[in-house]
């Protein structure tokens, strides 16, 4: 009697479809490289557009220039919001539409000198804002990144990557006032 799971040795000899079968097992691993490649590109992008941001506001608020580019009519009366405003306006401006300026959290902190402005060594900061001349200022951007690939996703544990950029700035003398 012929056992119903044996194979027969034709079977055994024809190699059709192991290619299939190969390709149908490396798809997956592929796929997740190829997406994680995209990911961690797309972070990068998002990461050197917030750095370059935070650099480019700073030393707009270093030198004490005013800003005439806002998009909204009534930050210029504010130096605090015509700053912040800068900052997202860079970001629009780089970004290509990948990061929303409107989800980007802009902190400052004034420290009298620049020695202070060293959390773990300096002072706390006693105001918050852009200052005026003289004064050091810390310029905090970060922006919550959510990242696509669920697996990529389970392997940080998180949904949420928050992208941050710091720079500290001392002020100089300028004469005018900000914004």
Not at 77 to 96: T, V
Not at 160 to 177: A, K, L, P
Request: hydrophobic share 40%; proline share 5%; net charge negative.
């Amino acid at each position: 009697m012929r056992h119903p799971f044996r194979v027969s040795g034709r079977f055994r000899a024809d190699e059709k479809g192991a290619t299939l079968i190969e390709f149908a097992f490396l798809l997956p691993v592929l796929v997740l490289m190829v997406f994680g490649i995209v990911e961690f590109s797309l972070f990068m992008f998002a990461s050197g557009i917030i750095e370059n941001a935070t650099a480019t506001a700073s030393r707009l608020g270093q030198t004490g220039d005013n800003y005439s580019g806002s998009t909204t009519a009534d930050d210029n009366s504010d130096p605090n919001k015509c700053r912040s405003q800068y900052i997202r306006d860079k970001i629009r401006e780089l970004s290509l539409g990948v990061i929303d300026p409107t989800a980007v959290q802009i902190e400052t902190s004034i420290f009298t000198n620049f020695e202070d402005s060293n959390p773990p060594n300096g002072s706390e900061s006693e105001t918050s804002g852009f200052g005026t001349k003289g004064v050091a200022v810390l310029y905090v951007v970060s922006y919550p990144w959510e990242l696509n690939t669920p697996l990529i996703a389970t392997l940080f544990g998180k949904e949420i990557v928050t992208i941050t950029s710091s720079v500290v700035v001392q002020n100089e003398n300028f004469s005018n006032t900000p914004c």
